[in-house]
């Protein structure tokens, strides 16, 4: 299996603040690499995929990057409804296909 | 617009077999570009993928549910399934069904169910 490392797990931020949370992938995954954001008591919701494209609907202040092994997400300016658990998953593979095990942005 | 629900018991007994079922309105699970799939989430921890269909009968698992998994599709009712046996407390979760797209990643998420496993 491919496994999927974050960083960090917990990150505290404050509206208005940049921040990137970071996902490393076992092997090289061709950029096959989505983000979801998950509210509280919420189904996740995908914000990024193949790595570098916006979902439709997404804001613009998200923004992902990264290749081969190494991949961010990026919130340029933080909101308030942005603070939630952000999740990558790589599906260069659905032999399976794995997920990061989360990073929890809290306000500070 | 594309709508998942899961449905089925909330509560399992150990060793027995859980079941659910996902019904999907607003698009139809017949559809050649798309694969059909079950994740679950432990209360307060990760998402871990379950497995997924094609109506065609294409089935991708999780080796990691050693065989446990049995998911179908039911063209008639929109509607595909899964069942897992011989459950245990490890089990318990949050259920979701959602869509991998034509892009390959999961574009559409059911609400969730909460699926617990206590006797």
């Known amino acids: 299996d491919i496994q999927m490392t974050q960083s960090p797990s917990t990150l505290s931020a404050s509206v208005g603040d940049r921040v990137t949370i970071t996902c490393r992938a076992s092997q090289s995954i061709n950029n096959y690499l989505a983000w979801y954001q998950q509210r509280p008591g919420k189904a996740p919701k995908v914000l990024i995929y193949?790595?570098?494209s916006l979902e439709s609907g997404v804001p613009s202040r998200f923004s992902g990057s990264g290749s081969g092994t190494e991949f961010t997400l990026t919130i340029s300016s933080l909101q308030v409804d942005d603070f939630a658990t952000y999740y990558c998953q790589q599906y260069d593979s659905y032999s399976p296909t794995t997920f990061g095990q989360g990073t929890k942005l809290e306000i500070k | 617009q594309l709508q998942l629900q899961e449905s089925g018991p909330g509560l399992v007994k150990p060793s027995e077999t859980l079941s659910l079922t996902c019904t999907v309105s607003g698009g139809s699970i017949s559809s050649a570009s798309y694969y059909w799939a079950w994740i679950r989430q432990p209360p307060g921890k990760g998402l871990e993928w379950i497995g997924s269909?094609?109506?065609?009968?294409?089935?991708y698992d999780n080796p990691s549910l050693k065989s446990r998994v049995t998911i179908s599709l039911d063209t008639s009712k929109n509607q595909f399934s899964l069942r897992l046996s011989s459950v245990t407390a490890a089990d318990t979760a949050i259920y979701y069904c959602?869509?991998?797209?034509?892009?390959?990643?999961?574009?559409?998420w059911g609400q969730g169910t909460l699926v617990t496993v206590s006797s």
């Open positions: 193949k790595a570098s």
């Open positions: 269909i094609h109506y065609s009968g294409s089935i």
């Open positions: 959602a869509r991998r797209g034509s892009r390959y990643y999961l574009d559409s």
